[in-house]
Every structure is written in C-alpha cells, then in structure tokens.
C-alpha cells in the first residue's frame, strides 16, 4: 500500500514541524484587553443612556398619570358615535344565524 505509506510519512512530517507562535503571542493580552474594553464600552453606552434618561421618562409618566387623572370626563359623548362596533356585531350576528336581515 503505496498511498498508505506516503500519507503516514506526510503525517509525520506534519507532526514534526513545530509551528512559530512568538509572533502571535507578542502583544496578545494587550490585544484582548483592548478588545473587551470596546466591546463592554460599546454596550455600556446604551446603559448609560437609559440610565441618564430614567428620570425625565419618570417624570413623562408622571404627567401622564396626573392628566388622565385630573381631565374632565366627557359624559355627554355617546360612544356608540365614537366606535360603531353595535352594525359590525349585527351583521356577524346576522351571519352566524343565517338570517336575511342584518
């Protein structure tokens, strides 16, 4: 088995040769480090915004919950003006019952 041979010779060679990493190693910790730091600094932004802004949106909901609670209630408005859902309910129920008039 010719191609046998040769591929165990290959192999071996493969083995015997010890790669050069000095290059790869210089500098890597430095490398790493600066890449965590951009990774956390770039997500740390956005938490920070959110932080900064809790307030002011704080204060938006206050507001909000103050106007809704203190506005003058429109009693006079009929809400079947403001929404007809009472035609659309006829006309499915005229559907589900299979009559001809809705």
Do not use: C, Y
Request: neutral net charge; aromatic residues 10%.
């Amino acid at each position: 088995m010719k191609g046998d041979d040769q591929v165990s010779r290959l192999l071996a060679m493969a083995r015997s040769v010890v790669p050069d990493t000095a290059a790869v190693e210089f500098g890597f910790e430095t490398r790493l480090l600066a890449r965590v730091r951009s990774e956390r600094s770039s997500n740390l932004s956005w938490l920070l915004w959110s932080w900064r802004l809790m307030p002011m949106l704080a204060a938006v909901v206050l507001l909000l919950g103050a106007w809704s609670w203190f506005a003058p209630l429109n009693n006079g408005s009929d809400l079947q003006q403001l929404a007809p859902t009472f035609i659309t309910e006829q006309t499915l129920a005229s559907h589900w019952t299979v009559s001809a008039a809705p």
